[in-house]
């Protein structure tokens, strides 16, 4: 099992940044890449980033892409998104996974391990 713990969500203004992390403990020798997903009220789970734990390879929404940085500490065992130029249209539960996969990234399907979520809100 793997267990992961998002923190750094919070309230911002539009155009403001934020850094989110998520500490990963138990088996992480099982983790190929992790990634973030968010959901706003309403809406499906939607892919953000994700990073192969080897090599550092990552990948983004185009929704995101220029504004967010996906990155990961492997002696730490986290993994981080660099968020800036925020939009309102960002407000949402942001949550962090693991995967043993190598493919399909930005699919919900391909994650084992989910943490519990944090709260970023972007006001206009």
């Known amino acids: 099992q793997v267990q992961l713990v998002e923190s750094g969500g919070g309230l911002v203004q539009a155009g403001g940044s934020l850094r989110l992390s998520c500490a990963a403990s138990g088996r992480t020798y099982s983790i190929n890449a992790m990634g973030w997903f968010r959901q706003a009220p309403g809406k499906e789970r939607e892919f953000v980033a994700a990073?192969?734990?080897?090599?550092?390879?990552?990948y983004y929404a185009d929704s995101v892409k220029g504004r967010f940085t996906i990155s990961r500490d492997n002696a730490k065992n986290t993994m981080y998104l660099q968020m800036n130029s925020l939009k309102p249209e960002d407000t949402a539960a942001y949550f962090c996974a693991a995967t043993m996969a190598v493919r399909r990234l930005d699919s919900v399907l391909t994650y084992d391990y989910w943490g519990q979520g944090t709260q970023v809100t972007v006001s206009s």
């Open positions: 990073i192969r734990w080897s090599g550092g390879s990552t």
